[in-house]
Nanobody
Framework: QVQLAESGGGLVQAGDSLRLTCATS????????VGWFRQAPGKEREFVAA???????FPADFVKDRFTISRDNTGNTVYLQMNSLKPEDTGVYFC????????????????WGQGTQVTVSS
């Protein structure tokens, strides 16, 4: 059973940085494709970035110049480095795992963490 736990969220000001961590357990991490999603109040969950088991990265267009996804296979961890944060980046950030293929669709990920809140004040 794959288990995920996000951490690193918080309250920051516009222009600040945060690094989110997705810690995994219970499976073969080196074979996982991992995605980050976010959900703002009253909005649908949206794709932020994904990283394949081989390290290929797939950021959403709106975060390409600001957010970086990376993975540490030794520590079974995936990171989301977020720079130049904006108020519209506010939301709950989730990581998710797919063992078969990389995807930007949230409904295709079977394993999810509980999320970590990111709040960016103007």
């Amino acid at each position: 059973q794959v288990q995920l736990a996000e951490s690193g969220g918080g309250l920051v000001q516009a222009g600040d940085s945060l690094r989110l961590t997705c810690a995994t357990s219970g499976g073969a991490f080196s074979s996982y494709n991992v995605g980050w999603f976010r959900q703002a109040p009253g909005k649908e969950r949206e794709f932020v970035a994904a990283i394949s088991w081989g390290g290929a990265t797939f950021p959403a267009d709106f975060v390409k110049d600001r957010f970086t996804i990376s993975r540490d296979n030794t520590g079974n961890t995936v990171y989301l480095q977020m720079n130049s944060l904006k108020p519209e980046d506010t939301g709950v950030y989730f990581c998710a795992v797919h063992e078969g293929f990389i995807t930007t669709r949230s409904d295709e990920y079977p394993y999810w963490g509980q999320g970590t809140q990111v709040t960016v004040s103007s």
